[in-house]
């Protein structure tokens, strides 16, 4: 197993090469970002919408929010003033770099879920006070994508927990069972660092709110089941995440945020080595036919799907296909 996962993480490793095929792949979409105003002891409310765009340099605020209110008197009577006004504002925006699939994604109903953001720093302030170095200019869209990158890592937690009970009750051995753990470890570091970053961006304590994970709930899959399934979540996302970290890590010229994406990036390429090491045990274990049958098919709708760009068509070609032929051999 030991000189099977380092081939495998050797040839993940060759998808830096690949690094240009993500490249120029952008996509205009709506950027909600939030800009907030600390009131001086003279301000009694909140600047209205248009005054607001003018003093914080934004456009299109669309809704504001009011946080910890402080009390003044005039006379006998006691009146709430606000402290500090929050104004979310959109804009439509061409991206090269939006995340598209940081971390293993947790599936449930045959969705991608993860949390929504809420007030607070737990997923921040230890990561943001290791952190060597950190950004240094407000930019509240930057703050806004690492924070969703973050949504996406947190999400990974629970996928990997999922999969490391999975992989007990099937029996897997000890070293996919350790790997997983420590994915799901990993994961948890990444989520802290990418909302470290975005504080940083634009110094709000912000993190994840409760994950809905209904539905989840651990049911023993069937061999062929969680085999299907790791094509899509442990194989061919965690690869094409390896190749966007990569890429945009090549491209980013801010060094805190170069080297937390080098940081996902090597720790996601043992992911991606994991997910194929653990389809060739249960390939390997197939007495039926099924699990085989099962994987085939996975391996066919990811070679349509990813055929259909010209990024991912080469990530299959001289990434997943030779693998997932070497581990399944």
């Excluded at 999969?163 to 069972?177: D, H, I, K, M, Y």
């Excluded at 990418?194 to 304590?205: N, Q, S």
């Excluded at 007495?287 to 990530?315: K, P, Y």
Aim: charge should be negative.
């Amino acid at each position: 197993m030991p000189t099977k996962l380092a081939f495998l993480r050797d040839r993940i490793l060759g998808a830096a090469v690949l690094g240009s095929a993500l490249s120029g792949c952008c996509e205009t979409r709506f950027v909600t970002a939030e800009a907030c105003l600390t009131l001086e002891p003279g301000e009694l409310e909140c600047p209205t919408f248009e005054e607001a765009e003018e003093r914080l340099a934004i456009d299109d605020i669309v809704s504001s929010a009011v946080y910890p209110e402080r009390e003044y008197r005039v006379g006998d009577r006691t009146y709430v003033a606000p402290t500090e006004c929050c104004y979310t504002h959109e804009s439509t925006v061409d991206e090269c770099d939006a995340p598209r699939g940081f971390g293993r994604p947790l599936v449930i109903g045959g969705r991608s879920v993860r949390a929504t953001l809420a007030p607070g720093g737990g997923w921040s302030r230890a990561a943001r006070a290791a952190q060597q170095g950190a950004p240094r200019r407000h930019d509240p869209a930057r703050a806004a994508a690492w924070r969703e990158r973050g949504l996406l890592e947190h999400a990974a937690v629970a996928s990997f927990t999922r999969f490391t009970l999975e992989l007990l009750a099937l029996g897997a051995p000890a070293s996919l069972v350790r790997a997983a753990q420590r994915a799901s470890l990993e994961e948890t570091a990444h989520a802290e660092l990418c909302f470290a970053l975005a504080t940083g961006y634009d110094g709000r304590e912000v993190g994840p709110g409760p994950l809905a994970v209904t539905g989840a709930a651990l049911e023993l899959p069937s061999r062929s089941e969680l085999a299907r399934r790791l094509v899509h979540e442990g194989c061919v996302e965690e690869t094409l995440g390896v190749v966007e970290l990569i890429d945009l890590a090549s491209r980013e010229a801010e060094i805190p945020a170069r080297r937390a994406l080098e940081r996902l990036a090597r720790d996601e390429i043992r992911h991606a080595a994991l997910g194929f090491a653990a389809l060739g045990w249960l390939a390997s274990n197939d007495r039926s036919g099924a699990v085989r049958a099962g994987i085939d098919e996975a391996l066919r709708r990811a070679e349509t799907r990813m055929g259909s760009a010209s990024g991912s068509a080469a990530v299959w070609r001289e990434v997943v296909a030779p693998i997932a032929r070497a581990v399944l051999s």
